[in-house]
Antibody
C-alpha cells in the first residue's frame, strides 16, 4: 500500500523550531517529487514547499521562505521540513504529499496525502 | 484571497446535479496548466478526485467529472448522494506563485 506518514508536530512557542518528518512506503521514493501542504484551522489548503526527486531543487512559498527548509533522504524514504522562527500564523495541519507522475512537470497532481501532523505556535 | 476563485458554498438535493466553478487567470489555466480537484471529508486528509482536468483516479465514481476551458474550470457531480457532502478544492500551477489552490467550496446535500 502506498503510504505517507507524518510526525514531529506539536506545540511550540513563537520563535521556536520544529522538524517534521514524513516516512514513505509502497512506491519508489526516489522517483517522485514531494511537497508539504498546510491547512490552518478552518481554512483552505496552502502550498508550503516542494523538492525534486534528488533534492537538488527546492521551492518555498513566500510566507515561509528563509524560515523553512525542505530536504529528503532517499536512502531512508523520508521527507523533512525544518521550521525555524515559527509564528502564530504557521499554526496548521501539515500534510506530506506525493506528485502523481514520476516524469517531472510543474502542474502535476497530488495523488497521495499523509494523514497530517498538527503544528501549534502559541505562547 | 486565493489565486484560484471558488464559490464558498453550493448545495443540492439528493439525485441532483451540482457544479463547482474554479476561476483562474492567464498565469495558470490560461498558460495551459492543468487543473486538479480534491475532496476533503471533515477531519480527514484531502483525496485526489480529478486529475489533469478530466481524469478520474481508480475508484472514483463516474458521477464526478471535470472540465477546463480558457481561464476557468469546473467540477460536476451528478446523482448527488449524502456522502458527497464535503469540501472541494481545485489546484493548479501558476507561473508567478507556483503551486496554488482554490479557497475551497463546501458542498451541502439538502
Amino acid at each position: 500500500e502506498v503510504q505517507l506518514v507524518e510526525s514531529g508536530g506539536g506545540l511550540v512557542q513563537p520563535g521556536g523550531s520544529l522538524r517534521l518528518s514524513c516516512s514513505a512506503s509502497g512506491f519508489i521514493f526516489s522517483s517522485y517529487a514531494l511537497h508539504w501542504v498546510r491547512q490552518a484551522p478552518g481554512k483552505g489548503l496552502e502550498y508550503v514547499s516542494a523538492i525534486s526527486t534528488d533534492g537538488g531543487s527546492t521551492y518555498y512559498a513566500d510566507s515561509v521562505k528563509e524560515r523553512f527548509t525542505i530536504s529528503r533522504d532517499n536512502s531512508k524514504n523520508t521527507l523533512y521540513l525544518q521550521m525555524n522562527s515559527l509564528r502564530p500564523e504557521d499554526t496548521a495541519v501539515y500534510y506530506c504529499v506525493k506528485e502523481e507522475d514520476s516524469n517531472p512537470r510543474w502542474d502535476d497532481a497530488y495523488d497521495i496525502w499523509g494523514q497530517g501532523t498538527r503544528v501549534t505556535v502559541s505562547s | 484571497q486565493s489565486v484560484l476563485t471558488q464559490p464558498p458554498s453550493v448545495s443540492g438535493a439528493p439525485g441532483q446535479r451540482v457544479t463547482i466553478s474554479c476561476t483562474g487567470s492567464n498565469s495558470n489555466f490560461g498558460a495551459g496548466y492543468d487543473v486538479h480537484w480534491y475532496l476533503q471529508l471533515p477531519g480527514t486528509a484531502p483525496k485526489l478526485l480529478i486529475y489533469d482536468n478530466n481524469n478520474r483516479p481508480s475508484g472514483v465514481p463516474d458521477r464526478f467529472s471535470g472540465s477546463k476551458s480558457g481561464t476557468s474550470a469546473s467540477l460536476a457531480i451528478t446523482g448527488l448522494q449524502a456522502e458527497d457532502e464535503a469540501d472541494y478544492y481545485c489546484q493548479s500551477y501558476d507561473s508567478s506563485l507556483r503551486w496554488v489552490f482554490g479557497g475551497g467550496t463546501k458542498l451541502t446535500v439538502l
